[in-house]
């Protein structure tokens, strides 16, 4: 059996996180506690992790003694071990400043010089898993939500076929293909003998069968036609009704968001399947912040949005037949038909018949992203948007933020569809700084 002390920043990341590791024992430092309680008044996210792990821990003690430990659902114990002061003098010199930190460090250190072999502390903090380790604690980070970037689900594949079954899929709009493939999965048929004799669909895992991809209307979406194959996969599953919720993962300039609001502008203001089309995305700024704005809600949040607003624009700066220029996008807002918003005031909300599109959604961490998901009322539409390798939220990464854990934990979902766009589209400038730079 193995004992694991955990840092303040793991129970602060997840709540659940006491919950996680099995039969095995769970130790926490007093001085987490204390941490936490530091928290608790805060009205971010944090703040609301740091009541709840409070009310668990408070739940523990009905069982028994926090010092003695009390049993976990799971098996194991719970317990909580009170710091020394003569530990902290058996840490280095450049340790010995008394601080929350170091007081977890000694608490873990001495656990296993009263001969706890397997001991594990768990931490978030790089700089401190460095110092456990300098001074010979097994260190690790938290990774029950964690994803493997390099092994992240794609939505694509490729099957090499005869040139009958590629005939046969365009003449008869299906292809048996049995069930290795997940549902929703984009799949290129290409002919063994003449690979450019191809096809594309996107497979249906309750029939086990490839279907063709819905086609967009001959003059485009709002103006927008798909430009490579990955954007054909990523229209069919925005357009199809059925599916509930997409995820687009790409560089700067694949056509994400683009893609997203074109399809949402047409399910909303030209089809009406949708209410409205609501956009929103996290508040964190690239580089250093200007600090308070200036104005109303809507000025202070100007900023943030003006990428949105900027795609907006691009949709609606097409003209059509006749020269009338489509409504601008503040008509659209005054209408109802599209609102745009930051995240902030999602919690606790219902959003039934909408097209809402989450966009920069590497940046909410994946507790985040199921608040978000569990507002969709019915007939909602969920689209999340972004890049893991571009992450300005300090406290995830591109393995541990909401976006890569939704992709591995959605996939293979009859109502969810995935698509990784890797061409990047906007300019061959963008394309080279993305790729070089």
């Known amino acids: 059996m193995k004992t694991y002390v955990l840092d303040t920043n793991v ?13 095995n024992n769970v130790i926490l430092p007093l001085t987490v506690v204390e941490e936490i309680d530091r928290f608790k008044k805060e009205q971010s996210e944090t703040g609301r992790n740091a009541r709840q792990i409070s009310r668990i821990i408070d739940g523990f003690r009905g069982q028994g003694k926090l010092l003695d430990g009390v049993l976990l659902p799971g098996g194991g114990l719970f317990k909580i071990a ?24 000694a608490v873990a250190q001495e656990l296993v010089e009263a001969g706890n072999t397997d001991i594990f502390f768990i931490t978030k903090d790089i ?3 460095i110092k456990a380790d300098t001074i010979g604690l097994r260190a690790e980070d938290y990774e029950s939500d964690k994803v493997a970037i390099d092994d992240l689900y794609s939505g694509t594949s490729e099957l090499l076929v005869s040139s009958d079954e ?5 003449k008869s709009g299906e292809l048996a293909l049995g069930g290795e493939y997940l549902s929703n999965q984009g799949i290129t048929l290409i002919d063994a003998g003449n690979p450019s004799h191809s096809a594309i669909g996107r497979y249906d895992a309750i029939q086990q069968k490839l279907r063709p991809l819905l086609r967009p209307p001959k003059d485009g979406i709002w103006g927008i036609h798909p430009r490579n194959r990955e954007q054909q996969f990523a229209l069919d599953l925005l357009l199809n009704d059925d599916i509930r919720v997409v995820s687009l993962v790409g560089k ?64 609606l700066s097409s003209v059509e037949e006749g020269g009338k220029r489509k409504r601008g996008y503040r008509e659209l807002i005054d209408l109802g038909l599209m609102e745009i918003e930051p995240l902030t005031y999602i919690r606790g909300r219902s959003i039934p018949h909408q097209y809402l599109i989450v966009d920069e959604a590497q940046n909410l961490t994946p507790h985040e992203i199921k608040t978000i998901i569990t507002r969709a009322g019915e007939g909602t539409k969920v689209v999340l948007t972004g890049d893991p390798y571009q992450i300005d939220n300090p406290y995830i990464d591109s393995s541990s933020n909401g976006l890569s854990y939704a992709v591995e934990r959605l996939k293979g979902q009859d109502i969810a569809g995935h698509m990784t766009l890797t061409k990047g589209e906007r300019s061959a400038l963008a394309e080279l700084a993305a790729n070089l730079l």
Do not use: C
């Not at 129970?11 to 039969?23: S, T, V």
């Not at 009170?82 to 170091?102: C, F, S, T």
């Not at 203001?269 to 996290?282: G, I, M």
């Open 166 to 170: 590629v005939d046969q899929f365009y």
């Open 11 to 23: 129970l602060l990341h997840d709540p659940q996180a006491i919950f996680r590791f099995e039969d």
């Open 252 to 315: 700067a300039g694949t056509g994400k968001t683009l893609l997203a609001i074109a399809a949402g502008l047409l399910k909303t203001a030209d089809e009406s399947v949708y209410s409205r089309l609501l956009v929103s995305r996290p508040v964190f700024p690239m580089g250093r912040d200007l600090g308070f704005l200036p104005g109303d809600l809507e000025e202070k949040l100007a900023p943030w949005m003006q990428p949105i607003f900027d795609n907006v624009e691009l949709l």
């Open 127 to 129: 700089n401190l898993r």
């Open 82 to 105: 009170i710091y020394r002061e003569e530990a902290m003098k058996r840490l280095p010199p450049e340790l010995q400043v008394d601080q929350g930190d170091n007081r977890i460090l």
